[in-house]
T-cell receptor, first 115, second 113 residues
């Protein structure tokens, strides 16, 4: 079965640079969530989109922005990167419409290292 | 605000021993989910419990949802090295849109062969 795809899998950036992370949800899934996970931490919710509209906003810094496109893929744009942004970034997708389920399916993650 | 708490934070067991992690919510939950994250991996959905007092089994894993739907547990019988990882519980985030989850801090299980 198709899973959530994230790219790139690894990314190394310098401080103050920008980064763009991409997420391709499971086909037919209409909802995308972005999480940030530091070492030994639980996933921290950043932002979510349902049917291409932002549905929830969590602890996402103002330096970050995201959107969901017409094909349902999503991009997380990170600017003015700081050392503390180094983390695993997960995307999760969900079919919300008509299913009534909360089960999120996580992608493999993008490991961002800021030097 | 709404909280989901998990204990213990870490658990070290000898292979063959049993393991249990507990999840407690500050609010009554419509459902609770469990995820497993292997070292270096991503959270993988294990199961969802919906009914009060529900018990579900997956081979050596037993999941329970409390009668008051505020707590849950995951019990692994006779752990194996393949059980290593962090187990997260998650419940609906009532401050967010449908589908938004609030995760516990997780219990990291290590198994000594």
């Amino acid at each position: 079965a198709a899973g959530v795809i994230q790219s790139p899998r690894h990314l190394i950036k310098e401080k103050r640079e920008t980064a763009t992370l991409k997420c391709y949800p499971i086909p037919r899934h209409d909802t995308v969530y972005w999480y940030q996970q530091g070492p030994g931490q639980d996933p921290q919710f950043l932002i979510s989109f349902y049917e291409k509209m932002q549905s929830d906003k969590g602890s996402i810094p103002d330096r970050f922005s995201a959107q969901q496109f017409s094909d349902y893929h999503s991009e997380l744009n990170m600017s003015s990167l700081e050392l503390g942004d180094s983390a695993l970034y997960f995307c999760a997708s969900l079919l919300l419409k008509g299913e009534g389920t909360d089960t999120q399916y996580f992608g493999p993650g993008t490991r961002l290292t800021v030097l | 605000g709404q909280q989901v708490m998990q204990i213990p934070q870490y658990q070290h067991v000898q292979e063959g021993e049993d393991f249990t992690t507990y999840c407690n919510s500050s609010t009554t939950l419509s459902n609770i989910q469990w995820y497993k994250q292997r070292p270096g991996g991503h959270p993988v959905f294990l199961i969802q419990l919906v009914k009060s007092g529900e018990v579900k089994k997956q081979k050596r894993l037993t999941f329970q949802f409390g009668e008051a739907k505020k707590n849950s547990s995951l019990h692994i019988t006779a752990t194996q090295t393949t059980d290593v990882g962090t187990y997260f519980c998650a419940g609906p985030n009532y401050g967010g849109s449908q589908g938004n989850l609030i995760f516990g801090k997780g219990t990291k299980l290590s198994v000594k062969p």
